[in-house]
Each structure stands twice: as C-alpha cells, then as structure tokens.
C-alpha cells in the first residue's frame, strides 16, 4: 500500500517530472545527462516568515523558491538544466499543494528547468522549501565573484529596492501609506515573485569579468564581490536604478535609497564588466530585453565600496546588507 508520501508525490509532483532523468520520481536518484559543460550547482531555501510572509499566495511561494535558484544560475553565466526540490510541510493540504505545484511546473516549463527529484517532509514549525538547481556553462567559463579589476564598469540589471519596499508594504510600514495602489502592487510583486535574469547570462558570460545576484541587498553583495576579488568600488548612488513605484515612496518621504541599497530580496544581476567589453554587454542586454545600468568603477584597495550622491557626498550605510545572523 502506498505511504500519504508517496500519494502526495504522484499527486502533485509526478506529473511535472517530464524528463526522462527523473524516472517519473519512482526511483531514490535521477540521471542528468553528461555533457562537456561544466556542470554548475547552487542551492537555496526559502522558510516562511523569513523569505515569505505565512499568508502569501502558495503560487508565488513555489515561483520564488525556484526563481531565487535560477538567479543564481544566470549570474553565474549558466542555462538551466534542472532541478531537486524538498518540501517540509506542517500538513499535506489539497488546498495549498496543487496550487503551488501548477506554479511551480508552469516556472519550470518557461524557464527550462525541469524538476528531477526531490523529498517530502513533515514539520512541526515553519514551511520550508528548498530547491537544489543544475545548470550548464561552456567548459571553464562560469563567471566568479572572483574577477574584478580595476577600472572595470560595475554595472546591475532591473532595478533595486522594490522588494525591501514591498516587504514593508506587506507589513503596514511607512511604504504602505506613501505608495499609490498601482506602486503597491508593483513593490509586492517584486517581493513575492523575483524575475531571474535568465536572459542574461550569455552576456554575463561573455563580458563579464566577475557577476553574483544581488540577494542580500546590493551594498553587501558588491562588499562581498569586491572582497574576494581583492579590490573596492566607487558608486554613483545616483545611478542605481530605481523604478517609478519606488521613487513614488522616496518622494512622499517615506523612504531613503540607503535603505534600498541595502535592503534584501531584488534577485538581480550585479557584475563588473571592462570597459573594452561594455558596449558589448550592453548591446547583448538590449537584445534579452533586460535593463543594465552602469552604477560605478571598481577601484584599489580592499575597503568597502564607497556609496556617494550626485553632489559626492559620501552615504552613511549602517548596514550593507540582510543577515540572518
């Protein structure tokens, strides 16, 4: 007799397993066909009251877990070429399961990223979901966060700080009063549902001498990028892309950009490109339909990157980025 387990995976998951690698998810292990790609692997969770809030949508939590993995993957210049996923959950709920796995499917068809396998667990505490993805990258070609030399271009897609807002807005901060309907939801979408940069990796890894997504909030990952590349960074604050919704909130003062730039969640591309390189990358980025802006230069020395306004007053950060410690 088949286990409640077992149940819920062919319920909800057995059908989204398409690739042949996955052995319908009636095996302990799955294949990922050799290449002469290197194969590159990245993992993340995302646990309720953390990474999501305990109400949101089970469609938007599936597209997050996934998407924050895919995010990784373009940053690092790789295709997608699937998935693991573990769930553990308080109760196996008809109600929440098969929305989540329609949404997580869906992803996983448009990105191409196939699901391969994975766990079911049961909690007593907080929803976890964690995703362990695959991707493929040219032999010897996955761009570092390693890298960065000086005079390079720094340059980051999208824009940064909707999700810090977006987090606010859903938890009744100032954000929620000073933003227009239409701003709120842009913002709580950015939040809820990031948009991987996928377009973007041929670019990255043709161009780019170091790249990382920004996860924890730009000022700490380019900290970080620059740390173990050696090297520090001079920013134009100015210059960080922002979008209407969020320049709707600082206009109503209910905001200041040194909050975005260190606030978490914006899943974007952060990368160092050298001048000779630059109109190529962004003429690459132009045709994936994504969004770069220059933002600063790499520059000597090993301390953390200087954040200044168009005037070149330096911004006081009291915090680079999101810690969970």
């Not at 940053?75 to 070429?81: C, L, S, V």
């Not at 448009?110 to 993805?133: E, K, R």
Request: glycine share 10%.
């Amino acid at each position: 007799m088949a286990s409640g387990e077992d149940d819920l995976i062919a319920r909800y998951f057995k059908p989204l397993a398409h690739d042949a690698g996955a052995f319908d998810l009636t095996d302990d292990c799955a294949i990922l066909k050799a290449s002469a790609d290197d194969l590159v692997l990245t993992t993340d969770a995302i646990v309720e009251g953390v990474h999501f809030l305990p109400d949101d949508p089970p469609e938007s939590i599936a597209r997050k877990a996934l998407r924050v993995n895919l995010s990784d993957l373009a940053a690092k210049g790789a295709t997608p070429a699937g998935f693991l996923l573990t769930l553990a959950l308080r109760r196996a709920e008809e109600s929440w399961l098969a929305p989540f796995a329609q949404a997580i499917g869906e992803d996983a068809a448009a990105f191409g990223c196939p699901l391969l396998g994975g766990d079911t667990v049961s909690t007593p505490g907080p929803l976890m979901i964690s995703v362990t993805a695959f991707g493929r990258v040219p032999a010897g070609r996955m761009v570092r966060r390693a890298g960065a030399k000086v005079g390079d271009h720094v340059v980051v897609s999208g824009t940064i700080g909707d999700a810090a807002l977006g987090l606010e807005i859903l938890k009744g901060g100032p954000a929620a009063g000073a933003a227009t309907s239409d701003a709120r939801a842009a913002l709580v979408g950015r939040y809820r549902e990031p948009q991987p940069r996928s377009a973007l990796a041929e670019a990255v890894r043709d161009h780019a001498s170091a790249a990382m997504d920004v996860s924890d909030g730009l000022a700490g990952d380019l900290t970080k990028l620059c740390g173990v590349s050696g090297v520090s960074a001079a920013i134009d604050a100015s210059a960080i892309p922002l979008s209407d919704a969020a320049r709707t909130v600082l206009a109503a003062g209910a905001g200041r950009i040194v909050q975005l730039i260190a606030g978490g969640d914006d899943y974007e591309i952060l990368c160092t490109v050298p001048e000779a390189r630059l109109a190529a990358f962004q003429a690459e980025a132009r045709r994936g339909g994504v969004r770069v802006s220059v933002i600063g230069r790499i520059t000597e020395g090993v301390g953390v990157p200087q954040f200044s306004d168009a005037d070149g007053r330096v911004l006081a950060l009291k915090a680079l980025s999101y810690s969970h410690f």
